[in-house]
């Protein structure tokens, strides 16, 4: 096959079409209109590029159409043409949600960040950190001084994720029966304590920052930061930032699972790069809000169910 036309079947086959005959299927509630979650037991896929790009959430693999099958299934090349060829005009499965997304703009964001209200005791996102999340008030609060939570929404919370210059860059989306990212934002950190602390606690997601904050009483040499469940470049600069500077640790508090581990790794060699000190931290049970507020599983088990609802039929958010 000439050079031509391998580009041109790479152009004619989508790597969501590889996944699906593979038996993987779509997470809508973990996936967004630029990167599609797949997933195949234990193993996670994410598509971008509107379908031409790849990688593994769990691994540095990546690449397009033709390395995602060798990837799956450790064949050579010529048995890597032969199976995208047979997919020639499959139609892959489009999550009901997918439309043009908006334009990025980054004062945008911010100005819709700043024309929502902080939670109030006994508002609708008060009464989700509290009562659905067990969020102490003092938690909750020292959250507010910060300027790090916003009303969403349907009672849903908003936690901000700034930049290193304290800009407002997106905000993590969690609800009673929601789970995103600001849309038209980016991924940084969520920060939550002393902005000069030595200690660094990374987690996955602001309620579980908010969560150890509060198993371990706000420590006061500790920053506890979030990366939204992502790996985005701006998040590695920002974690590595803050890592070399002087007397720093980083303490790797992400979630007991396979992920996790995989997130943690990461960590570990930022810390070797920069030469920071190292620590990783692990909940008893998966995440930091469950071991702080058992019964939050429970919730979550019953959001799931009800989530598998299809996309267009569950709140929108504002």
């Given at each position: 096959?000439?050079?031509?036309?391998?580009?041109?079947?790479?152009?004619?086959?989508?790597?969501?079409?590889?996944?699906?005959?593979?038996?993987?299927?779509?997470?809508?509630?973990?996936?967004?209109?630029?990167?599609?979650?797949?997933?195949?037991?234990?193993?996670?896929?994410?598509?971008?590029?509107?379908?031409?790009?790849?990688?593994?959430?769990?691994?540095?693999?990546?690449?397009?159409?033709?390395?995602?099958?060798?990837?799956?299934?450790?064949?050579?090349?010529?048995?890597?043409?032969?199976?995208?060829?047979?997919?020639?005009?499959?139609?892959?499965?489009?999550p009901v949600w997918t439309r043009e997304s908006r334009a990025h703009d980054p004062?945008?964001?911010?100005?819709?960040?700043?024309?929502?209200?902080?939670?109030?005791?006994?508002?609708?996102?008060?009464?989700?950190?509290?009562?659905?999340?067990?969020?102490?008030?003092?938690?909750?609060?020292?959250?507010?001084?910060?300027?790090?939570?916003?009303?969403?929404?349907?009672?849903?919370?908003?936690?901000?994720?700034?930049?290193?210059?304290?800009?407002?860059?997106?905000?993590?989306?969690?609800?009673?029966?929601?789970?995103?990212?600001?849309?038209?934002?980016?991924?940084?950190?969520?920060?939550?304590?002393?902005?000069?602390?030595?200690?660094?606690?990374?987690?996955?997601?602001?309620?579980?920052?908010?969560?150890?904050?509060?198993?371990?009483?706000?420590?006061?040499?500790?920053?506890?930061?979030?990366?939204?469940?992502?790996?985005?470049?701006?998040?590695?600069?920002?974690?590595?930032?803050?890592?070399?500077?002087?007397?720093?640790?980083?303490?790797?508090?992400?979630?007991?699972?396979?992920?996790?581990?995989?997130?943690?790794?990461?960590?570990?060699?930022?810390?070797?790069?920069?030469?920071?000190?190292?620590?990783?931290?692990?909940?008893?049970?998966?995440?930091?809000?469950?071991?702080?507020?058992?019964?939050?599983?429970?919730?979550?088990?019953?959001?799931?169910?009800?989530?598998?609802?299809?996309?267009?039929?569950?709140?929108?958010?504002?």
């Open positions: 096959m000439e050079k031509k036309d391998i580009e041109e079947l790479k152009n004619r086959v989508a790597c969501s079409a590889v996944l699906e005959k593979a038996g993987f299927a779509i997470d809508l509630k973990e996936s967004t209109r630029k990167a599609i979650k797949y997933r195949r037991g234990g193993d996670i896929i994410i598509v971008i590029h509107q379908g031409r790009g790849w990688f593994d959430a769990l691994s540095d693999a990546r690449g397009d159409v033709f390395s995602l099958v060798e990837h799956l299934d450790g064949v050579d090349f010529p048995e890597v043409l032969q199976q995208v060829s047979d997919l020639v005009g499959f139609v892959p499965t489009e004062a945008a964001a911010a100005d819709r960040w700043r024309a929502r209200r902080k939670p109030w005791p006994g508002s609708l996102t008060w009464r989700y950190l509290r009562e659905e999340r067990g969020i102490p008030e003092a938690v909750i609060r020292a959250a507010l001084r910060h300027d790090r939570l916003r009303e969403g929404p349907y009672g849903s919370m908003w936690a901000a994720h700034l930049d290193s210059d304290g800009v407002v860059t997106g905000w993590e989306e969690r609800g009673p029966q929601w789970r995103g990212f600001a849309s038209g934002g980016d991924k940084v950190l969520f920060r939550f304590g002393s902005a000069n602390a030595t200690r660094l606690c990374i987690t996955e997601a602001a309620i579980d920052a908010m969560s150890l904050a509060a198993i371990e009483d706000q420590r006061l040499d500790t920053l506890y930061l979030s990366t939204g469940g992502g790996w985005a470049p701006a998040t590695v600069a920002a974690i590595r930032a803050l890592s070399a500077r002087p007397l720093t640790r980083l303490v790797a508090a992400t979630d007991n699972n396979r992920q996790g581990e995989v997130y943690a790794d990461r960590l570990a060699a930022i810390a070797r790069e920069v030469g920071c000190g190292y620590e990783r931290l692990r909940p008893a049970p998966d995440d930091w809000n469950e071991q702080l507020h058992p019964s939050s599983k429970r919730k979550k088990e019953g959001d799931e169910k009800e989530n598998r609802l299809p996309h267009a039929r569950r709140p929108r958010q504002g």
